[in-house]
């Protein structure tokens, strides 16, 4: 049972470098969504994703582009790294805009 | 739109004491409600969720929330914590209805003291 897998752990970038985030789950979810978590200000949505073929904004949209390649993928782009990026990425997914989101375990990122 | 709040950024309470973590939230429409837990250096796990029905739910591991819609309060409490409660907590809504909107409070940093 892997449910939310998300690569890499962690990452270091300088400024103005550019790298993808990934995220897979394997529960025939739906929905995906790419949170970032900043100490003091909890959860932060970036972008989701309601089905295959769609993406919308959500609060911190700015810097980051997304693709869901298909049901069980939902990336996540920095296309010119900058500190204020310094966060740790979550993905998550769900069956239903209601029920339950399920967590991969982070991506720790650095951005000097 | 909605808010939750979370009033407590920590928390810290001796091992076996009983414990309370607020939340109240704001929201024009009905939402279900839930809390999440995250232990260190992990994504965040489902505890416990109202979504209709008896206001108070309660968790496989001892913890509780009540739903006081006239408060609009959710606040979760645990009456005997271990030290391996220590985590931090989290708030949410979602809109029962319409298009998503998961909302999250800032968290609350429980600590178990020995």
């Known amino acids: 049972n892997a449910g939310v897998t998300q690569t890499p752990k962690f990452q270091v970038l300088k400024t103005g470098q550019s790298m993808t985030l990934q995220c897979a789950q394997d529960?025939?979810?739906?929905?995906m969504y790419w949170y970032r978590q900043d100490p003091g200000m909890g959860l932060r949505l970036i972008y989701y994703?309601?089905?295959?073929?769609?993406?919308d904004k959500g609060e911190v949209p700015n810097g980051y582009n997304v693709s869901r390649l298909n049901k069980r993928e939902f990336s996540l782009r920095l296309e010119s790294a900058a500190p204020s990026q310094t966060s740790v990425y979550f993905c998550?997914?769900?069956?239903?805009?209601?029920?339950?989101?399920?967590f991969g375990n982070g991506t720790r990122l650095t951005v000097t | 739109a909605q808010s939750v709040t979370q009033l407590d950024s920590q928390v810290p309470v001796f091992e076996e004491a009983p414990v309370e973590l607020r939340c109240n939230y704001s929201?024009?429409?009905?939402?279900?409600l839930f809390w999440y837990v995250q232990y260190p250096n992990q994504g965040l796990q489902l505890l416990l969720k109202?979504?209709?029905?008896?206001?108070l739910v309660e968790s496989i591991n001892g913890f509780e929330a009540e739903f006081n819609k006239s408060q609009t309060s959710f606040h979760l409490r645990k009456p005997s914590v271990h030290i391996s409660d220590t985590a931090e907590y989290f708030c949410?809504?979602?809109?029962?209805?319409?298009?998503?909107?998961?909302?999250f409070g800032t968290g609350t940093r429980l600590k178990v003291l020995a």
């Open positions: 994703s309601a089905s295959e073929g769609t993406t």
């Open positions: 949410a809504v979602s809109r029962t209805s319409g298009t998503y909107k998961y909302i």
């Open positions: 998550a997914s769900n069956g239903r805009e209601s029920s339950p989101l399920h």
């Open positions: 109202y979504l209709s029905g008896s206001t």
């Open positions: 929201s024009s429409v009905s939402v279900y």
């Open positions: 529960m025939n979810h739906n929905s």
